[in-house]
């Protein structure tokens, strides 16, 4: 299945780069309703600031530790031991496989935290007034994991990916999987504000022009070199 991996990477490349094109496409004029989505792109700015600012290193790697715990016991899998440090951790496992190896690249845990924790406030009191703070911080925790991700997958290539099948197949993966994970949640925080089938049928529809594309370009190329051959 290892000898495998690479080649559903390279086959999945073109899907994850069509999907991420679709999404950028469908969420940005979504998002650009300012009346609504306000509180939200200003905690997604305060992230941004902070982490130019070089800071949440540490939370980064608590909330990456985590998620692989939790992947881990999610799976039935034994945690013998987390370890975290100011830039760097590491979860000690009985075994592991692609979903606990991949999990915090695509989980926003401080995103789900806040959400819960709206959630059961909810549950006690009228939580509507506390709602543009919500947003506010589910704005920064999405913009923290997505820079987070992002810095670490344009770095060395990290152990993580390569006990998931190697970053030829786990990077096309992760960009496909951050994508529908943030339609996903645009779509739970603005319920009315983003379509999930219109965004589905969009993503589907990149997907198989990505695909029509390559395979003209192929038959182009073959066609050219059949010339040349049988001259």
């Known amino acids: 299945m290892r000898a495998i991996k690479p080649l559903i990477g390279i086959a999945l490349a073109p899907a994850a780069l069509a999907a991420a094109w679709a999404t950028a496409a469908i969420l940005a004029p979504a998002l650009g309703k300012f009346s609504v989505t306000l509180p939200l792109l200003c905690g997604a700015l305060a992230c941004l600031l902070f982490h130019w600012g070089g800071r949440g290193k540490g939370l980064y790697v608590t909330a990456h530790e985590l998620t692989h715990a939790l992947a ?51 549950r006690f009191w009228n939580a509507a007034p506390l709602r543009p703070w919500f947003l506010a911080a589910a704005g920064f925790t999405l913009a923290f994991h997505l820079l987070h991700t992002a810095d670490i997958l344009s770095g060395p290539v990290q152990s993580d990916l390569k006990k998931a099948g190697g970053p030829v197949f786990s990077i096309p993966l992760l960009l496909l999987l951050n994508c529908l994970a943030l339609a996903a949640a645009i779509k739970m925080l603005f319920p009315g504000l983003l379509s999930m089938r219109a965004y589905s049928a969009r993503v589907l529809e990149a997907q198989g022009e990505a695909y029509r594309g390559l395979l003209s370009a192929a038959a182009y190329v073959f066609n050219t070199a059949k010339i040349y051959f049988t001259r």
């Open 72 to 122: 881990a016991v999610f799976s039935g899998v034994r945690v013998r031991k987390i370890s975290v440090k100011k830039h760097s951790g590491y979860v000690l496992l009985d075994s592991t496989n692609a979903f606990i190896s991949l999990a915090p690249y695509v989980i926003p845990l401080y995103t789900l935290a806040v959400a819960a924790a709206y959630w059961l406030a909810g």
